[in-house]
């Protein structure tokens, strides 16, 4: 499986490496969008719709570990690597505590970033586009972007959390039909054990909050089975 597509949040003062960098994923088919600081990385973060972030530590305005946490604050889910010139042992346990999944001291090879990127990407279950790379939707009078987490009625906009987009996306693109609450769980968790089956539920309880003022749109209960999605 190749990871062509993904898009990359990278973070780097460095101009001339991450000038480097940058073309270099470029060219082995990654989506990069590169911002020179923390804050500017932030901002970009909030924005848009990222598969991964490379974030270098020591930088202006706001350094690695405060955007990792801000990072992880809006999506417990996508993975995070550090880029650093530090090696020493705290350093790397300070940046893993902030829910980073690797660490990568500079200088680093392009190769194996790019192995490292393809082992994150394969753990979060990136899938190349396909028959499900519809974006947006329209449910009545809602307004739904996949790409950018949001749900839109009448001018008033909903921000969804990484799950709430997946599962949402997830019904859109199987409308009337019977999804199995297992399926669901292995599609959207990886696993469908008891206690996500459990946060199943409070996921569908919060989309139909959100979906309530369209009657037109529904997530049915299918009992013992699962769910149908109506959105006439």
Request: proline share 3%.
């Amino acid at each position: 499986m190749t990871y062509s597509g993904a898009h990359i949040l990278y973070v780097e003062d460095d101009i001339n490496l991450s000038f480097v960098t940058k073309d270099n994923l470029e060219k082995h088919g990654f989506q990069v969008t590169h911002c020179a600081d923390g804050l500017a990385g932030e901002e970009c973060f909030k924005k848009g719709f990222f598969d991964l972030c490379l974030l270098d530590v020591m930088m202006p305005k706001r350094d690695g570990f405060a955007l990792a946490e801000i990072i992880r604050a809006q999506n417990a889910d996508i993975p995070i690597i550090f880029l650093t010139a530090k090696s020493m042992k705290e350093d790397r346990l300070a940046g893993l505590r902030t829910g980073a999944d690797d660490y990568l001291t500079k200088p680093f090879s392009i190769e194996e970033l790019i192995l490292k990127i393809e082992v994150f990407l394969r753990r979060s279950k990136y899938s190349e586009p396909g028959a499900e790379d519809q974006k947006q939707f329209t449910l009545g009078a809602f307004q739904f972007d996949y790409e950018k987490y949001t749900l839109t009625h009448k001018g008033e906009e909903q921000k969804l959390t990484q799950k709430e987009a997946q599962l949402l996306h997830y019904f859109c693109v199987n409308p009337n039909k019977v999804l199995k609450r297992d399926d669901i769980l292995v599609k959207i968790w990886g696993d469908d054990d008891y206690f996500l089956g459990r946060s199943l539920d409070v996921f569908i309880s919060r989309l139909r909050k959100y979906l309530r003022p369209e009657t037109s749109v529904k997530i049915d209960n299918v009992h013992g089975v699962g769910f149908v999605f109506k959105a006439d």
